[in-house]
């Protein structure tokens, strides 16, 4: 379907807006981290988990951090009462990490004004409308999902390495202070 004028530029609209909802997402993020004294990492790491138990490296691997990063997660999030770790049922060697009901929910607490505001502003608004609005948050997910993928394979996979690689300077007249 060839973009008429009329379509083009909301269209145009909606593509630069949502870098702009993930960031806001990503500063509401760190607003409760802050608000919860929560490093960013371990709140995000409880994000992964509301969907159900997880492997830690499966963890590490959402995340973008090394295992010893991610040890380090789990085990503030456990002191906290956070989650739990067990042996996996099916293979004992595994550990499995399990969100605490009761800690979920305290975090859920902390997002329920945000969905409260997102409910009051889509109240008017048809099934088929939120129907697009689900189906644009679940294409947008997938997309972030598939461009952090892309950026890991180019480059850091975990955020706690640093590149062995510099790039070149944008400005060929730039020097390097180091």
Request: hydrophobic letters at 40%.
């Amino acid at each position: 379907m060839p973009d008429t004028p009329s379509r083009a530029e909301p269209l145009a609209e909606v593509t630069a807006e949502a870098p702009r909802l993930g960031a806001a997402a990503v500063r509401l993020n760190i607003a409760i981290a802050h608000q919860l004294a929560m490093p960013l990492a371990d709140l995000q790491c409880m994000g992964l988990l509301a969907d159900g138990s997880s492997a830690p490296g499966d963890l590490a691997a959402g995340l973008g951090l090394t295992s010893g990063a991610m040890t380090k997660v789990l085990d503030r999030l456990e002191r906290a009462g956070y989650i739990t770790r067990a042996a996996d049922p099916s293979d004992r060697r595994r550990i499995t990490i399990t969100a605490d009901p009761d800690g979920l929910a305290r975090l859920a607490a902390h997002y329920a004004p945000m969905g409260e505001k997102i409910s009051r502003y889509l109240a008017e608004s048809s099934t088929a409308d939120l129907t697009a609005v689900l189906a644009f948050m679940r294409a947008g997910r997938q997309a972030a999902d598939e461009e952090i993928a892309r950026i890991r394979r180019q480059g850091i996979r975990h955020a706690t390495r640093r590149s062995r690689h510099r790039p070149p300077p944008a400005d060929p007249q730039a020097t390097d202070a180091s």
